[in-house]
């Protein structure tokens, strides 16, 4: 369960982010809405543990450590940070990420034979700025997915495209709902009004946390058993906020983090807002289990 309690980011002049707690389950897609788009940028990196929180903190199941969140977190298609390049074809996208998979070479699947699995072979040769938004889309998911240690994926503005609001949202909450049931975030401009799942606003800080029901992982290589049954609620702490949603009750462990001037970017290390090595790709369905 990811929870970011009061997280906040400077900027040079102004504050990039206010301080903002939300918290989403695994299985979850919760719809975070954001003005303007750098805060909707920074929004992104703090969450997925690719930029310092000047204030507050970010956990997953427990831990603060910004290594250990940014390992099972995802950053997709954030303008200006790992945004894929418009010149490419679709072919080219797919090896560049394949090569940047961790794990032995011979463990990773050929170009032809994952666009196969996705279905996306006939997209191959088109370029990338030209194929259907939503099936860019799918192929971004897809590649973010193949990396098997990814528990999180954080969306920049997936409705900056133009894809219809129904569209979008129910392709992302198929995701999240599918065997592989990550967590998903998307920072967006306006939520659509016909969206009626998880919601809430950058700035907007909650006092408790009400405890739900996180979707257990549905593989046995993610991170525990294999189980049809969901986790049983657990009771929340006091001192916890909590969303308008009902996410899990994990309670973050506290750590002192810096609150320096300018947003500091996790480097050494921690690789900060250059593209994230984990980036997804797909045709328009939930992404298949990786087998």
């Known amino acids: 369960m990811l929870i970011a309690d009061n ?5 040079r002049h102004l504050p990039l982010l206010k301080p ?13 809405a954001a003005e303007p788009q750098p805060t909707r940028t920074a929004l992104a990196l703090g969450l997925s543990a690719r ?23 995802a950053l997709v ?45 006939s997209l191959a040769n088109q370029w990338l700025d030209a194929i259907d938004p939503l099936e860019r889309l799918t192929l971004l998911t897809h590649l973010a997915l193949e990396d098997r240690s990814i528990e ?18 129910g392709y992302l909450q198929s995701v999240a709902t599918s065997r592989r049931a990550p967590a998903v975030v998307a920072v967006v401009q306006r939520i ?20 739900g029901r ?3 992982p549905a593989h046995p290589t993610e991170a525990g058993p294999r189980s049809e049954t969901a986790a049983a609620p657990v009771e929340a702490a006091e001192n916890a906020w909590a969303p308008a949603f009902s996410p899990t009750g994990e309670t973050p462990v506290p750590e002192d ?10 480097h050494a290390d921690e690789p900060a807002t250059g593209p994230a090595p984990d980036q997804p790709t797909v045709s328009l369905r939930a992404p298949k289990e990786n087998s």
Not at 20 to 32: D, F, K, P, Y
Not at 194 to 202: F, I, L, Q, V
Not at 257 to 266: F, G, R, W, Y
């Open 7 to 11: 997280l906040a980011i400077a900027g």
């Open 20 to 32: 903002t707690s939300l918290a989403v389950a695994r299985g979850e897609l919760l719809l975070v």
């Open 51 to 73: 930029m310092r929180p000047g204030e507050g903190t970010v956990s997953w199941s427990g831990t603060t450590a910004l290594r250990s969140v940014r390992r099972i977190s």
């Open 77 to 121: 298609d954030s303008p200006e940070i790992n945004e894929p390049e418009a010149h490419l074809k679709v072919r080219d996208l797919v090896a560049e990420d394949l090569a940047l998979q961790p794990g032995p070479i011979w463990r990773r699947s050929g170009i032809d034979a994952w666009m196969n699995k996705h279905g996306m072979e």
């Open 152 to 169: 999180l994926l954080v969306f920049d503005s997936p409705d900056r495209h133009g894809i219809p609001g129904d569209d979008w949202t």
């Open 192 to 211: 659509p009004e016909s969206w009626e799942g998880s919601r809430t606003h950058a700035g907007q800080v909650q006092e408790k946390l009400a405890v």
């Open 214 to 216: 996180e979707r257990p």
């Open 257 to 266: 983090s810096p609150s320096p001037q300018e947003p500091e970017i996790a």
